[in-house]
């Protein structure tokens, strides 16, 4: 495998005095051999929204709990400031955005 990836670097032709040429290692994609896939990146939005437990589950942050705050009731922006846990349906999709496994 490491055969593959070595080119020589012959740019400067060869006359008395020069150096041999040296070896390089094909650096992310080499034009002739296919790499491995990519890496999969991280949601930036997800991870600054959600959390993964201990237990798998994802926490996210309550709705209407940012502003327009004068009309709600004290009871009731007691309850939203608490993490919610997110349903079964949008956790394997977020969970994919975050990079964990399901």
């Known amino acids: 495998m490491l055969a593959?990836?070595?080119?020589?670097?012959?740019?400067?032709?060869?006359?008395?005095g020069a150096?041999?040429?040296r070896a390089r290692i094909c650096a992310g994609v080499c034009h002739n051999h296919p790499l491995a896939?990519?890496?999969?990146?991280?949601?930036?939005?997800?991870?600054?929204?959600?959390?993964?437990?201990?237990?798998?589950?994802?926490r996210a942050r309550h709705a209407f709990s940012s502003h327009i705050l004068e009309k709600k009731s004290p009871k009731r922006k007691r309850t939203l400031?608490?993490?919610?846990?997110?349903?079964?349906?949008?956790?394997?999709?977020?969970?994919?955005?975050?990079g964990v496994g399901s």
């Open 81 to 98: 400031a608490a993490p919610v846990i997110l349903s079964d349906h949008d956790t394997p999709r977020v969970k994919k955005m975050l």
């Open 37 to 58: 896939m990519p890496k999969m990146k991280t949601h930036s939005g997800a991870k600054k929204r959600f959390k993964v437990t201990g237990g798998g589950k994802v």
């Open 19 to 21: 150096r041999a040429p």
């Open 4 to 16: 593959h990836r070595l080119l020589l670097a012959t740019s400067r032709p060869s006359h008395a």
